[in-house]
């Protein structure tokens, strides 16, 4: 709407119900936080699942977090969300 605003875009372009896969925030400070291993949108708190086996994923939380992501996948006939996290830093090594 922006860009049609500033004339940069002919139309403006939405989403179809059933479209939206993925929210994204600008930075993790606002909107969508992931803080202490829980998602944290508004008022919504949810607790994310990370397995203690996994040190992969245990040395990568260790980073700095710059922003993070909500995604939509159908598997197997029903909807699963995952938030998938953009870190600082290099990535640890296996």
Do not use: H
Request: hydrophobic share 35%; aromatic share 14%.
């Amino acid at each position: 709407f922006e860009k049609y605003m500033f004339l940069e875009s002919k139309r403006v372009y939405f989403k179809k119900y059933g479209e939206l896969n993925s929210l994204e925030g600008k930075s993790n400070g606002t909107g969508i936080k992931f803080q202490d291993d829980k998602l944290v949108w508004n008022k919504l708190e949810i607790s994310a699942i990370i397995k203690k086996s996994d040190e992969y994923a245990q040395m990568a939380l260790e980073n700095k977090i710059k922003y993070c992501r909500i995604l939509r996948r159908f598997i197997r006939g029903k909807y699963k969300y995952y938030i998938q996290l953009v870190l600082e830093g290099m990535p640890p090594i296996k």
